[in-house]
């Protein structure tokens, strides 16, 4: 199925595909498919939502237990598949041109980490391969700042920032490491491959949420009382999608980019989310000790059968170092050009509002 554009005029970006296509001979409505994995999550929709708006026809891909609520309104042929089945990965691929590999499992605690390696290590590596294997002329993978160094003195990282696997905190970020590692060594055997690392996304669609979402949504309600001294850098999520499809477009094989938006210190990103819901920012600053027992009780809670730790060791071990990073890269090479922070917020906000999650 292809995607229906609007309007006569072609934006830039779209520009480049007509181009791309005419010099190969190959009309707009002949073009295979673009696979887009983890498509029904926060991330995945944002980006299908870019590619059709940019042309591609799209395949996006979802696994059985799904919900499809993010893909209301996106023309495109849905097929069913799962990181852990290489099966269904390379029916999945089958007579795709481009492949942008966003699923993911991103959770900061998990019962069982052997899972979480299998799905983001072994699952990366086994698309990609179904990709070089299908033919597909060119992949982006979405990786993660996680899988990124940072600086002790907090002056933003990027893509050069030295990063040791031990000094990674908890294994999601270690996971993201791994595949990234796993997804360069395919770029230097020559497979077509751009590497993006999103920072902290906020917008709408964020159905679990996750686990910055889940802050914003906590902070907007009012229960966010107190807080540690950290920082992250937050990103509107329509902003990350157009990102993966300006690297698709104009990323050089084998790089990274760091898709970004602005660095906040925590108490500011939560007075800037009080302000735009009307609620009390919190005032209470403690100190990281201070939490630590209530982290380690609510993961022996969760161990029990419990619901999941709203905080963890992890949580707080990450929240030593300011989590600030420069997209300058990006910005440079790919045209990228994020909005302001307080859009993504107001966004996430509304959204959360208007779903009922926020009363």
């Known amino acids: 199925m292809v995607a229906t554009i609007r309007g006569s005029t072609p934006n830039p970006a779209r520009w480049a595909i007509h181009r791309r296509l005419n010099q190969k001979g190959i009309a707009l409505t002949e073009l295979q498919p673009t696979l887009v994995t983890g498509a029904s999550g926060f991330v995945g ?38 990181l852990t089945d290489p099966a269904s990965l390379a029916r999945a691929m089958e007579g795709c041109q481009y492949l942008v590999h966003v699923a993911a499992d991103y959770r900061i605690w998990v019962p069982d980490p052997a899972a979480m390696l299998r799905a983001n290590v072994d699952g990366s590596v086994s698309i990609l391969r179904a990709a070089a294997a299908a033919g597909v002329e060119r992949s982006v993978y979405c990786s993660s700042v996680a899988a990124l160094g940072l600086r002790a003195d907090g002056v933003p990282a990027d893509e050069t920032t030295p990063v040791a696997e031990v000094a990674l905190v ?6 993201k490491y791994q595949a990234e590692q796993a997804v360069l060594a395919l770029a230097r055997a020559g497979q077509d491959v751009v590497i993006v690392n999103p920072a902290a996304p906020v917008g709408p669609r964020d159905i679990k949420p996750t686990p910055t979402g889940k802050m914003i949504l906590d902070a907007a309600a009012g229960r966010v009382p107190a807080y540690v001294d950290t920082g992250l850098n937050v990103v509107h999520v329509d902003d990350v999608a157009e990102g993966h499809a300006l690297a698709l477009e104009r990323g050089r094989a084998g790089e990274k980019y760091i898709l970004g938006g602005e660095n906040f210190r925590l108490l500011d990103l939560l007075t800037l989310v009080c302000e735009v819901a009307g609620k009390r920012p919190p005032r209470v600053r403690l100190p990281i000790s201070a939490v630590l027992p209530v982290a380690m009780a609510m993961e022996a809670l969760a161990r029990l059968g419990g619901p999941e730790p709203l905080m963890t060791r992890d949580h707080l071990k990450m929240a030593r170092k300011k989590m600030f990073y420069s997209s300058a890269k990006a910005v440079s090479e790919l045209g990228y050009s994020p909005r302001p922070a307080r859009a993504a917020i107001e966004d996430a906000v509304a959204w959360f509002r208007a779903n009922g999650r926020l009363r």
């Open 45 to 82: 929709s944002a980006v299908a939502r870019v590619l059709a708006a940019r042309g591609h026809r799209l395949r996006l891909m979802v696994r059985p237990t799904s919900r499809r609520d993010n893909l209301a309104g996106v023309e495109a042929e849905i097929v069913v598949g799962d």
């Open 170 to 175: 908890g294994v999601y970020k270690k996971s």
